[in-house]
């Protein structure tokens, strides 16, 4: 397993919900300050159990940070290098919206001169029916104008699209994804709409106010997409990330790699030290216990070695590949002739090809990777 620790912290706070949005966030805004102390009691609390780790990134989600004040945030900046070794980190991350970026002529400065070295905005569409159907907070006008903003202070941004909306024809998803290109954003995911449970969109759907794209749709686009991207000289590294060389996120590639990572803030994930354990998923329960000077874990829990293996096939097929050498001194199984009849379709339909050492999916094979992964995963035993 590879050795870079990367730090997650979760701002849960939203101006409202998007009706597609399944993360944990919160609309209320008084609880900034206390949610900021807690993560910074939260960092303090758990310093002793990394103070032999120097880690090497740092990635800010949410929610929304760039909705909090930057006193807060910097607050919690502060605590990072008063409690943790951040002295190497060599990719900083804050996620933020567009509108955020619009009304605060100093945050993206801000943001700079406090270290935070990437910025992953989550524009979504450069159409204003799309950003509309999703009940985004900004317009195109505003997603331009950011980009701008941003644009004076970072070389390194990351966009947000998402395709295969009922609102959005070929045409009008080419036209997003063409102007990031034209617009030099070196680091573009791209992920299809999911009707997740629990979310407005699925209600919808259920009650037949709206109908999904056909998969066969949504392929095409995915397609479009990436067959785009790829021409225009950026690598596809990850089902759903395409960047230019050099602006990989280093902070997920760590995640694919099936690396550790400690998670601070209401409901952030955790793995590490072959455990893996994620932050109370309510904000009042995470508060009263950091007010108590407790971990706020929930679902702590040692891997099991077939929960190792299903979490690293899924994580390397999704991404670079499986190494079939690591595989074997990982799992004390042979890859290739475990799995040998379903490589064998994968690799005769394209699905996955052999490259210097790794079976890796195509883009046939990443169509239609939760598919393929869950086939092989099955196979585990
Ligand atoms: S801004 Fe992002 S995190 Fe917040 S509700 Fe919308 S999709 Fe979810």
């Known amino acids: 397993m590879n050795k870079n620790t990367g730090i997650y912290i979760h701002i849960p706070f939203c101006r409202r919900k998007c009706n597609y949005?399944?993360?944990?966030?919160?609309?209320?805004?008084?609880?900034?300050?206390?949610?900021t102390q807690n993560i910074i009691n939260e960092i303090r609390l758990a310093?002793?159990?990394?103070?032999?780790?120097?880690?090497?990134?740092?990635?800010?989600?949410?929610?929304?940070?760039?909705?909090?004040?930057?006193?807060?945030?910097?607050?919690?900046i502060d605590s990072l290098h008063k409690y943790l070794d951040i002295s190497e980190i060599d990719e900083f991350t804050i996620e933020v919206n567009p509108e955020d970026i619009c009304e605060d002529k100093d945050l993206i400065r801000n943001y700079a001169e406090s270290g935070i070295n990437r910025i992953s905005l989550g524009i979504q569409s450069l159409n204003n029916s799309d950003l509309k159907?999703?009940?985004?907070?900004?317009?195109?006008?505003?997603?331009?104008?950011?980009?701008?903003?941003?644009?004076k202070y970072y070389n390194n941004i990351s966009t947000d699209i998402i395709y295969s909306l009922p609102t959005q024809n070929d045409r009008s998803i080419t036209y997003s994804v063409k102007k990031m290109v034209e617009l030099k954003i070196p680091?573009?995911?791209?992920?299809?709409?999911?009707?997740?449970?629990?979310t407005i969109i699925y209600k919808k759907l259920i009650q037949k106010k709206l109908s999904m794209k056909p998969d066969s749709k949504a392929a095409k686009q995915y397609f479009l997409i990436s067959d785009f991207l790829i021409e225009c000289g950026y690598q596809h590294y990850e089902v759903s990330n395409y960047s230019i060389p050099g602006y990989q996120s280093k902070h997920n590639l760590n995640y694919w790699d099936n690396g550790e990572y400690i998670g601070?803030?209401?409901?952030?994930?955790?793995?590490?030290?072959g455990?893996?354990?994620n932050n109370h998923k309510n904000t009042a329960r995470y508060n009263i216990e950091l007010q108590e000077n407790k971990s706020p874990y929930e679902n702590f829990h040692t891997l099991s070695k077939t929960e190792r293996e299903t979490e690293y096939i899924m994580l390397k097929l999704r991404s670079g590949g499986i190494d079939t050498e690591e595989y074997c001194v990982e799992f004390r199984k042979d890859f290739e002739n475990h799995y040998k009849s379903y490589i064998k379709v994968l690799t005769e339909?394209?699905?996955?090809r052999y490259e210097k050492g790794r079976f890796r999916l195509t883009l046939k094979g990443y169509s239609i990777a939760d598919e393929i992964i869950l086939n092989f995963t099955s196979k585990i035993y």
């Open 133 to 151: 159907f999703l009940s985004r907070e900004h317009d195109r006008r505003q997603a331009l104008k950011s980009i701008e903003k941003c644009k």
């Open 275 to 277: 455990k893996r354990w």
């Open 47 to 76: 310093s002793e159990n990394y103070s032999n780790i120097t880690f090497k990134t740092i990635y800010i989600g949410g929610g929304t940070p760039s909705i909090i004040p930057f006193k807060e945030l910097e607050k919690i």
């Open 187 to 198: 680091h573009i995911s791209a992920y299809t709409l999911t009707y997740e449970p629990e």
């Open 349 to 352: 339909n394209s699905y996955a």
């Open 21 to 35: 949005c399944d993360f944990y966030v919160i609309t209320n805004k008084t609880l900034i300050s206390r949610v």
């Open 264 to 273: 601070f803030g209401p409901s952030a994930h955790s793995h590490f030290g």
